[in-house]
């Protein structure tokens, strides 16, 4: 996108000021959310090479959509059930999907998984009994938000929507999530939220490392089976970013004992 398309886009989006100026979350949803969005900022630069400067235009939109997603998981850790549930918050998210006319089925259907992972997450949280399938379901589930994060973005940018590429991008979106709950492993906790590596352990104990180390490597060896499904140019182009994501991102995916210690001291 060039500059002049930036500029035109740029005073389409700030004359859209109603729903913006009403206060619907607060300042730790967006405190999370800048946090989440230097990892996703480099996945969609990998998909579609988004410059920094069309992702900053999008960013009040999109850190108000995450924001509000994060708000219902501090009301799911206070086991509140009111009118701060993720339906009331679904239907501002909705609000301002129709406000800037991105309405895409694809987005849709997110918001639909994100729902049903925060059933499902709740479930879990507050079960002495799980299943590995529920986990397993609950973490790629999880993504969702990244997911319909995407959808906005590209649909707010007018950029073709790649199915091949979005079907190699699913694997990431996963380990980015567990990416991030490794970040707030003792947040989740302490607040009663899900996290994908605290249900392994209510699943497996002290071997959880080993067990989650097992799925990672599925991921992984998933987003390497697609990626052999793309021509030898974007194999070169994809791998290439992959290799720097995986440095960057997630150095300490490479071995259980890595993720051991990554919940003992931190990301």
């Keep these: 996108m060039n500059l002049q398309d930036l500029e035109i886009l740029y005073e389409r989006l700030k004359s859209k000021q109603p729903s913006s100026q009403t206060r619907y979350i607060s300042y ?15 996945q969609y630069n990998m998909i579609d090479d988004v410059s920094l400067d069309e992702f900053l235009l999008c960013y009040p939109v999109l850190a108000l959509i995450e924001s509000l997603i994060h708000e219902v998981n501090i009301d799911l850790g206070s086991n509140q059930q ?3 549930s993720w339906d009331a918050r679904k239907k501002i998210i909705q609000s301002f999907l129709k406000e800037f ?4 089925p694809t987005i849709l259907n997110a918001m639909e998984n994100l729902g049903e992972f925060f059933h499902l997450g709740s479930q879990l949280v507050n079960s002495e009994t799980i299943t ?12 969702s938000d990244i997911n319909m994060l995407y959808f906005t973005l590209i649909s707010i940018l007018g950029k ?8 190699l991008m699913s694997p990431i979106n996963i380990l980015l999530e567990v990416h991030d709950d490794f970040r707030s492993y003792q947040e989740d906790r302490a607040a009663s939220n899900y996290n994908t590596y605290w249900m392994f352990q209510k699943l497996y104990g002290e071997e959880a490392h080993h067990y989650l180390k097992a799925e990672i490597d599925r991921y992984s060896n998933l987003f390497e089976a697609t990626l052999k499904g793309l021509s030898q ?8 970013k992959w290799s720097r994501l995986w440095q960057d991102v997630f150095p300490y995916f490479s071995s259980a004992e890595l993720l051991r210690q990554t919940v003992l001291e931190g990301v």
Excluded: C, D, G, W
Aim: proline residues 2%; charged residues 25%; without cysteine.
């Design 82 to 84: 009111n009118n701060l």
């Design 160 to 167: 073709p929507y790649k199915t091949e590429v979005f079907e």
């Design 233 to 240: 140019q974007e194999q070169e182009v994809y791998s290439a």
């Design 28 to 42: 730790h949803s967006l405190y999370k959310t800048a946090f989440m969005f230097k990892s996703i900022f480099k």
């Design 132 to 143: 590995h399938q529920e986990v397993i379901r609950a973490s790629e589930l999880q993504s």
């Design 101 to 104: 006319n991105v309405e895409h």
